[in-house]
Every structure is written in structure tokens, then in C-alpha cells.
């Protein structure tokens, strides 16, 4: 009979013991001492060890000299062996197990006969080969049918009718509107620029420029009773408002004596012919010497000459500057709209010159020039109807008037102003916008998976052509390229509208 060798330890206890026997599969365990160790196990030790046995099912045996342990064993019922060969070869006595034990065994040997009646043997025919190779080609086929299910996939691209929608709204931009009416109402928005600019144009007036001084000769006359000395630049000058002055061009010195005079030559300050004197027209003495004597021009003074120049008039001035203003009023407008959304349209009338920041005019007034050239730059404002709002609109008004069984295209709307925007007292710009776009016919998904789900492209194609208004022939792209029907599920057809 089968017998389960244990080979104690010196270190081996009751747990250790009792968990090593649980691993024995054989009607008998021979526990067996090594010889010169001490094991640490009780008299109550080997008791609770031939229970274990028992409810393991088998019979416990011990291979020892210790006279100790072989006492105790005896004392117990327990087989002891000089050596294993010995267990091996002599008879072990008949089990003590306790009739309740082997009762208990008996019933554990009857649910073993019934755990293997409730396990019937294979049938045979689950072992045949033909069977095996029948079951092997359905898996296969299996296999097959699921990859021609999703292993497909299909592009049907369709282009449907389309044609152009176009319409005419009445515009009618307010400012005091902050957001978009379907019926053509927009709010009129408020912008501002500088803008800066230059205009030439030819002088059409003349002035007169002075030339060379006049000359002539003054009188001094001693109004005392000692000599006067007379110096070089003395300013004399006439009467008038404004006075005209002249200048001694020499040092002279006037006798003593009342009435005592002198001769000096002089010449007018300012060049021109308007130092042309008569006779006795210079009577004032700048200066002190004002008090001592008197002078006068016994002879007219001469030769101050002037010349005529073009140079700009008032009328001038006033021509470039409305001229310039004119151009940066329509150079603005244009220039508005960069900084603006597009589509947006300024409104002319609008246009307005806020402030004037710079104002320069070449040759300045009173100087002579053959041209007349002015630098401005202006802060303009006006108002704007922003291309966002008309696009609001224009897809607003759009979509209200759209034709049964067309949607919008993919490409975006256009629109454009016709005519001049009119603009009345209160501020309201009124115009027509004409607006258009491309719509084509409504075609549902769903109703093209339905046509075309696993059938073969050639009858898909015919189906979509005649079940659906298009411009150009459906195209049908399969992957692999050979397969010849159309997937059966709809999330391996993609469809695109052109």
C-alpha cells in the first residue's frame, strides 16, 4: 500500500507537521525522526496528529528510536518502525478509527460515486475526427461572414441639384438700433479716423516786392547857439501813420548859431518805391536830437523801385483747402473700411470732420510763391452698417424665403449695397442690399444607407440615381477596391454631399 514519507525536522512543530500531512494523497503517513535531534512534539502533539490523520483518511505511523516517543505511540494505538523499509515491508495493524469515522468515510466514498455520475463520460461522438473538422469549417466560416460584415468599408459621394437664391432687402440702418430685425432694420454704428493729406495748385494772385531803397538829401537846421554834430544812421522820418524813416548815410557836423544848416545824404529803411518823396515831406528827428534841431528834404528823395510776383491770394487759400478736404473726405471712407469688418459700408453723407489737428499752408499768407501748397490732418467720424449685422441679415432674410426641400450650400452667402446710401435728417440711412447664395436639394442620410446597404455598387448606383434629384452621377469608392458589395453595416458607408 501506498505510504506518504515525512522526513522531520529539528525545527518542525505541530502546525508544520500537520501542514505537510495535509498534502499527502496515500492511506498511510510514516512520519519519520532524525536520528540525534530532539523534535519538539508532546504526547498531545501525537494525539492531535492521528486525528488529523483520521480525518485525512488514513493511518498514521512513526519511524523512531527515541524509547520516548515510542512509549508515548504505544500508549496511543500508533504503528512504530525500527526504519522505513521496515514500515514498508511489516504489516501495519488494523485501523482504530471509530465506527462514527468510518461511517463518515463510507458516506465520503458515496459522494465521490456521485460527484462521478454527475460527470458522465464524453461522448464519442465529440471525439471524432470528422466531427472536429464539420465544427473546425463552420468557425472558419464564422470568421468569414463577420469579416465580410465589417471588414469592408464605402465612400458614396453624391453632388445634389443646386441653383442660386438671390433676394432684394430694403435697408435701413438706425442709430439708435443695437442689434438685427429680420424685416431690414440695422443699427447705423459710429467711426473715426485721422487722416492725413496734401494738394498743389498754381498761385493765381500778385504782389508787389520791394527792390532798392530810395535816396536823397536832408536839411538840419540848428535851432541853438552851439554846434551840433550830426552822427551816421540818424533815423529821420515823416509824419505820416505809418511813418516812412530813413537813415543818415554820413557824419556831419552843424555850425553854431540858430539857423545854421547842414546837408546830409540818406536813403529810406525799407526798399521800395514808397520812399519816393516830395519835397519837404521829412520833418521828424528820432531821438534827442529831435530837440535841437529841425530837418527837412529840400529836394524829393528818389529811386525806390518795387517789382510785381505771382503769389497766392485769399481765394487761393480758400480753392486748395476745399479741394483737399474734398479728397481726404472721399479718402477716408476707404480708408474707414480697413479697420472694419468686411462687407462693412460707410455711409458718404455721414462723413464728417470732426477736428482739425493740423492745418499748414506753403508759401504763408502775405509771402509770394508761383504755388500754393496746404498740409492738413483731419479727424473724420461717420457712420457704418458693420458686415457682420448685413451677414446677419442677409442669412436671416435668406432662410425665411428659402425653397421646400433645399438647404443652404456649403459655400457662403455674398452680398453687396445698390445704389447710394441715402441719409435723412434724423440720422437713418436707407439702401438696398442685394444679397445671394448657392442652395442645393436636401438629401437624408438615412434614406441613402437604406438604398445602398449590401448591395452591389453597379445597383446602388442606379438606386441613388433614381431616387435622388443630382447634378452628376453618384460616385461609390470601396476599400478593398475589389470587394463588389456595399457593407451591411451602416457605420463602414460614409457619406459625403458635395
Not at 60 to 66: A, E, Q, S, W
Not at 310 to 327: N, Q
Amino acid at each position: 500500500m501506498k505510504t506518504q514519507l515525512l522526513a522531520l525536522e529539528s525545527h518542525d512543530d505541530l502546525i508544520s507537521v500537520r501542514d505537510r500531512m495535509s498534502w499527502a494523497k496515500t492511506p498511510r503517513i510514516l512520519l519519520v525522526w532524525p536520528k540525534g535531534e530532539k523534535i519538539g512534539l508532546r504526547p498531545l502533539d501525537l494525539k492531535m496528529l492521528e486525528r488529523h490523520a483520521r480525518a485525512l483518511g488514513a493511518t498514521l505511523g512513526l519511524v523512531t528510536r527515541d524509547p520516548h516517543v515510542r512509549r508515548e505511540a504505544a500508549a496511543l494505538g500508533l504503528p512504530v518502525f525500527e526504519s522505513t523499509r521496515a514500515a514498508q515491508q511489516d504489516d501495519w495493524p488494523a485501523s482504530k478509527l471509530p465506527k462514527s469515522w468510518r461511517r463518515r468515510k463510507s458516506q465520503r466514498s458515496s459522494l465521490r460515486a456521485m460527484r462521478d455520475a454527475a460527470r458522465p463520460p464524453e461522448a464519442k461522438w465529440r471525439t471524432s475526427l470528422a466531427v472536429r473538422v464539420v465544427f473546425f469549417a463552420l468557425g472558419v466560416l464564422a470568421v468569414l461572414v463577420i469579416a465580410a460584415v465589417f471588414l469592408p468599408s464605402a465612400k458614396i459621394t453624391l453632388s445634389p441639384e443646386s441653383k442660386t437664391q438671390s433676394l432684394t432687402i430694403p435697408v435701413v440702418a438706425d442709430p439708435a438700433l443695437q442689434a438685427v430685425f429680420i424685416a431690414g432694420n440695422i443699427p447705423a454704428r459710429e467711426a473715426t479716423r485721422e487722416i492725413s493729406g496734401s494738394q498743389n495748385i498754381p498761385s493765381t494772385g500778385a504782389a508787389t516786392i520791394p527792390e532798392t531803397e530810395a535816396k536823397g538829401v536832408a536839411r538840419f537846421r540848428n535851432l541853438t547857439t552851439s554846434a551840433i554834430q550830426i552822427p551816421l544812421g540818424l533815423v529821420v522820418q515823416t509824419l505820416g501813420s505809418p511813418p516812412i524813416r530813413f537813415v543818415t548815410t554820413a557824419a556831419a557836423e552843424i555850425p553854431k548859431g540858430i539857423g545854421k544848416t547842414v546837408d546830409v545824404p540818406l536813403e529810406s529803411v525799407d526798399a521800395g518805391a514808397r520812399g519816393n518823396l516830395d519835397v519837404d515831406m521829412i520833418q521828424a528827428i528820432e531821438g534827442p536830437l529831435g530837440l535841437t534841431l529841425a530837418v527837412t528834404n529840400p529836394a524829393p528823395t528818389t529811386g525806390g523801385t518795387e517789382s510785381k510776383v505771382d503769389a497766392p491770394s485769399a481765394a487761393d487759400r480758400e480753392r486748395v483747402r476745399s479741394v483737399l478736404m474734398a479728397f481726404l473726405r472721399v479718402q477716408v471712407q476707404e480708408e474707414m473700411l480697413e479697420g472694419l469688418p468686411s462687407g462693412s459700408v460707410v455711409f458718404p453723407a455721414s462723413v464728417r470732420d470732426v477736428l482739425v489737428l493740423e492745418e499748414t499752408y506753403d508759401p504763408p499768407a502775405g509771402k509770394t510763391g508761383e504755388s500754393l501748397s496746404l498740409t492738413m490732418r483731419v479727424k473724420y467720424g461717420a457712420q457704418y452698417a458693420s458686415g457682420d449685422d448685413l451677414n446677419e441679415l442677409a442669412a436671416l432674410a435668406l432662410a425665411a424665403s428659402v425653397e421646400d426641400g433645399f438647404s443652404a450650400a456649403f459655400a457662403p452667402l455674398s452680398f453687396k449695397p445698390i445704389g447710394i446710401p441715402s441719409t435723412d435728417e434724423t440720422g437713418r440711412t436707407s439702401f438696398e442690399l442685394q444679397v445671394e447664395r448657392r442652395i442645393q436639394r436636401v438629401v437624408d442620410v438615412r434614406q441613402v444607407l437604406a438604398l445602398t446597404q449590401g448591395r452591389r455598387v453597379e445597383l446602388a448606383q442606379a438606386q441613388l440615381k433614381n431616387s435622388f434629384a443630382l447634378s452628376s452621377p453618384p460616385q461609390i469608392s470601396m476599400s478593398p477596391a475589389w470587394w463588389p458589395w456595399l457593407p451591411l453595416a451602416p457605420f463602414r458607408i460614409q457619406v459625403v454631399i458635395q
